[in-house]
């Protein structure tokens, strides 16, 4: 049914519940698994005010401890997903749109199915915090999955 499956974590512990039923989605389809995380860009005015303390290369640095940071979150993944025999393949990107970031990489793996989790908020609560879930959801062609 599905052949491959896109895993949006951001390291959460909710989103480490849409990991564990993705991969576990994953092995009984024989699908292969891409694991995304997204990261915010570093802000002109982060990068202006670095480079003005004396810092060499703050974007650099930046994309170094980011990728860093993904690197210690898939550990876990890549571990529970070689014992469960699935093959995953981790993926950062950077954008200030995580929702978008997710739909684009979905589109350009080939994946046919997105798995992500949700807090569930709705009204006010919705509105204020914004969601990047309902963003996927709203502007994807792709069959989304969504954990709570």
């Known amino acids: 049914m599905y052949k491959h ?4 974590t951001d390291g959460s512990e909710l989103a480490d519940k849409g990991v564990e039923h993705g991969l576990a989605l994953a092995k009984p389809l024989g699908a292969k ?6 990261t915010e860009p570093l802000s002109a005015t982060a990068v202006q005010a670095a480079v003005q303390g004396g810092m ?17 979150l898939s550990d876990p993944i890549m571990k529970k997903a070689a014992e469960l025999g699935v093959t995953v393949e981790v993926e950062r990107e950077t954008d200030e749109f995580p929702a978008e ?17 949700s807090h569930g908020r709705r009204g006010v609560s919705k509105f204020l915090l914004g969601s990047q879930t309902s963003e996927v959801l709203v502007h994807t062609t792709i069959p989304v999955h969504v954990i709570r």
Do not use: F, W
């Not at 970031?101 to 989790?117: N, P, Q, W, Y």
């Open 33 to 38: 698994v891409t694991v995304l995380t997204v």
């Open 56 to 72: 060499d290369n703050p974007l650099g640095l930046y994309e170094h401890q980011m990728d860093e940071e993904v690197r210690k």
């Open 5 to 8: 499956i896109l895993i949006a």
């Open 101 to 117: 970031a997710i739909i684009r990489t979905a589109k350009r793996k080939g994946c046919d199915l997105i798995v992500m989790s």
